[in-house]
């Protein structure tokens, strides 16, 4: 007797539930977000922008031209003294937190319960605590300078910065990291084991090999993120693009007119550099995709 695949019941059905954990690979909202920006959207937010000047025209003296001669004069300052260290704070935060992450990752999937537990409950912590705050507490934690027999160190800001963003990040690559290995079947263990593997070899040749490519996108994914979120560090007194901005239009008498050329401008190198990123990651998901 043949039943029928499907149909009606007035029973109660459950239904399966998908279960996405953290760290999953498909979790890249901020690049979908990022990437969703049609050229003809940004067309019409560059056209707002410019408006804006001209409406507050008749109410000063300072001209648009005056303001973007003055954002042309100070250019080559902003960029070279502030976005360059933008951008080294961001590569050195990713690859601290990548190592720091990589190793909290495995950590979490210890067959150790007490490194285990311990990995889990570190990565929460900095994973669920606000930037700013952790930014805050390492500024004020961290010593002024170091001192090695009779050589005095001094500790920059912008390092301590550094140190302050690694902390979330390294607990972010850590989610990615226990997602990805959780992500490989389970058939892949079994079958190392029964080549006599140990679960070093099972994971150093078997596992890690599968997850790269799957802990690619979402990695490039938090770099866009911590990239946008470095002008955090202008808080901290940190002399990068948002903070040389401010100099300049101090230097520039503080005309209300420079605040729309200037911080449209940071807008302007942040997005130009992140968007690219956001693309190829999306890309790259799409390569690398897992047919279920």
């Not at 960029?79 to 933008?86: A, C, P, Q, T, Y």
């Not at 079958?191 to 679960?199: C, D, N, P, Q």
């Not at 690619?216 to 901290?236: C, E, H, Q, R």
């Not at 998901?285 to 047919?291: D, G, Q, T, V």
Request: with cysteine; aromatic share 14%; hydrophobic share 55%.
């Amino acid at each position: 007797m043949k039943y029928p695949l499907q149909g009606n019941t007035d029973l109660a059905v459950l239904k399966p539930f998908n279960y996405s954990p953290a760290g999953s690979v498909q979790d890249l909202q901020f690049s979908r977000w990022l990437a969703e920006f049609s050229p003809r959207s940004l067309l019409w937010l560059a056209l707002l922008a410019c408006l804006w000047p001209g409406i507050v025209l008749a109410q000063s003296n300072y001209t648009m031209a005056q303001a973007l001669d003055a954002l042309w004069r100070w250019l080559p300052f902003v960029v070279s003294k502030g976005f360059v260290l933008n951008l080294v704070v961001s590569f050195l935060t990713m690859l601290i937190g990548t190592i720091a992450g990589v190793i909290l990752g495995l950590g979490q999937i210890s067959p150790i319960r007490a490194v285990a537990r311990t990995s889990w409950f570190v990565t929460q912590l900095f994973r669920n605590s606000p930037w700013l705050v952790l930014l805050f507490i390492v500024m004020l934690a961290f010593p002024f300078e170091i001192t090695i027999g009779s050589t005095v160190y001094q500790i920059p800001d912008w390092l301590k910065a550094v140190f302050g963003l690694a902390l979330p990040i390294m607990a972010n690559i850590s989610e990615i990291v226990r997602g990805a290995i959780q992500s490989v079947p389970t058939g892949q263990w079994e079958a190392a084991e029964s080549l006599a593997y140990t679960r070093q070899q099972t994971l150093w040749l078997v596992i890690l090999p599968q997850c790269f490519k799957r802990m690619i996108p979402p990695w490039m994914n938090w770099y866009a993120i911590l990239t946008m979120a470095t002008p955090l560090i202008s808080l901290l007194g940190v002399e990068e693009i948002v903070t040389l901005s401010r100099q300049a239009m101090e230097a520039e008498d503080n005309h209300p007119e420079l605040l729309v050329p200037f911080f449209g401008f940071a807008l302007i190198i942040f997005f130009a550099y992140c968007y690219p990123i956001a693309r190829y990651t999306l890309r790259l998901e799409k390569r690398f995709a897992i047919i279920q």
